[in-house]
Every structure is written in C-alpha cells, then in structure tokens.
C-alpha cells in the first residue's frame, strides 16, 4: 500500500515513517516559543532531517486544552514561509497542521504534501476540496468537544468513516489519507488508554494510521512527570502502537524515537 502526497509517496508496511512536530507558536504545550522565528524554525526543521525525520508537520496554531485560537492571517504568518523555504532547501515530505482551508490552500501553494486536519475535514466544509484539488495526502483526526463515548474506540471509528466519505465524495483517493484516533483530543486518560490498548481495531478502516502520543498529559498523568520529561513515555507509547499496527509516529524527539520505531520494527515487521 501506497501513501500517496502530490508528487511524494511512502511505502506502507516496509517500516515505521517518523514524522517530526514544528510547531511555529508562542503557546504550544510542549515547545511553544521555541522555533517561532523563520530561521530558528528552519534550523530545527533541517535538525529533524538530520535525525531521521520523513515527514515535517510545521504547525501554526496550539491545539492544547485552553488554547487561544488565532485567525488565518496571523496562522499563514507563522507557517507559509518556513513551508516556502523548506520546500525549496529540501526534499522533506512537508504536512501543514491546519483545521483550516484557507491556510492549507496557501500551505500547498507554497510547497506543502500533506493537510494534517485535527478536526478530519469535519470542521471547515472547504477542507476536502482544497486536498482533492492539489491531490495531497491528508491526515483525518478523531475529535470531539465533549469527552463522552458509548464505546470510544468505536465511536472513533464512525467519526473517522465519516470523514472517509466527506473525502471521497470531494474527490480524495483512498490512497492520500491517513487516520489517527487523535490522543488526548476530546478524552479522558482512561478514554485515552483504552484507544492505546485497541489501536489495532483501527485497521478496519483499511488506511494507515498514524499515532500523536509525544509528551502528552496522559503519559504526565500516568508518570506525573512534566512535559519535559516525558521521553520513556513518548517511547512506551511508540512501540506500543508500533506493536498494535500504527504506520507513522508523529514526535517532538526524531532522534530518540526513531531509534525505538527502528527496534520495534526489527521485532514485529518480520
């Protein structure tokens, strides 16, 4: 199987494919404020590369509990020129992390593969046609606003069969999309370690799925660890999910956590 982004593709099933997070914002959970400028986001952009990173996911808007949303000017502002100079300096699958279609319109434009949508083109009614008109890959998360499921893993499920069919009917081929059962969007820790221990049911879908679990609070809650100091937690939860199927890691530590993808593989991809 194929994942197929513009003129880029990623070969499903060979191996785990790490995608590094950039999040060009003052106020992301993790490491806002520390790449917000043009040069300080390509250096770490190009730093990624160096370790190992397939695919960069430059982002532009904090997505954390209690974020303050921005508008797309102010969004375009953060993203459009590190995804118009890194398309240029390099030959790196680009994602843009947007729920917006104005903002992965520009995004692709200026160079981008892949629209990385948090709300899985449910949120902008837009969003799927500006994918399907640049054939890009696009990365359709489970989300909700209130944290209440009769089964989550399967209600995750629905959600992401209906962004399936919002995709094809504007014209997506399976072939360009990803699915992520979005950890710690809309759920509880014990929501969120439920989905951990059911990623494989997942694969019912028939798509890749991809896996954003790096420093997050469930592994702050389970640890009562900061956010600094989550990396054996970010790295339980890789190789779990390598284990129960996952085909991307989407991380902040590319170095360290390909070196996890790269052990699981040797061990379950046989």
């Not at 070969?11 to 040069?39: Q, V, W």
């Not at 209600?155 to 699915?179: H, R």
């Not at 190789?239 to 991380?251: E, M, P, Q």
Request: hydrophobic share 40%; glycine share 8%.
């Amino acid at each position: 199987m194929l994942f197929r982004c513009r003129d880029k593709s990623l070969e499903i099933g060979k191996r785990t494919y790490i995608m590094g997070i950039l999040n060009m914002t003052p106020d992301s959970f993790s490491d806002g404020g520390k790449y917000n400028t043009l040069e300080k986001g390509i250096e770490r952009a190009l730093q990624m590369i160096e370790e190992g990173a397939d695919i960069i996911d430059v982002g532009g808007e904090s997505t954390r509990p209690g974020h303050t949303p921005v508008d797309e000017e102010e969004e375009m502002r953060r993203v459009i020129p590190v995804i118009e100079k890194l398309s240029k300096i390099s030959n790196i699958i680009i994602s843009v992390d947007t729920m917006k279609s104005n903002v992965a319109l520009r995004a692709l434009e200026a160079g981008a593969h892949i629209v990385n949508d948090v709300w899985g083109l449910q949120r902008d009614p837009k969003m799927a046609e500006v994918v399907a008109k640049y054939n890009a890959g696009v990365i359709m998360m489970h989300n909700s606003n209130v944290a209440e499921y009769e089964d989550v893993v399967k209600d995750i499920i629905n959600f992401l069969q209906k962004s399936i069919e919002m995709g094809e009917k504007a014209g997506i081929d399976k072939s360009q999309m990803v699915v992520d059962p979005g950890i710690g969007f809309g759920k509880t820790l014990d929501h969120n370690l439920e989905v951990m221990n059911r990623l494989e049911e997942l694969k019912v879908l028939g798509l890749p799925v991809l896996l954003g679990t790096s420093r997050k609070s469930m592994i702050g809650k389970v640890l009562n660890l900061d956010v600094e100091d989550r990396l054996e937690g970010t790295a339980a939860t890789v190789a779990v999910g390598i284990v129960k199927g996952v085909d991307i890691v989407r991380v902040h530590d590319v170095k360290q956590m390909l070196r996890v993808a790269k052990m699981t593989d040797a061990m379950v991809r046989r």
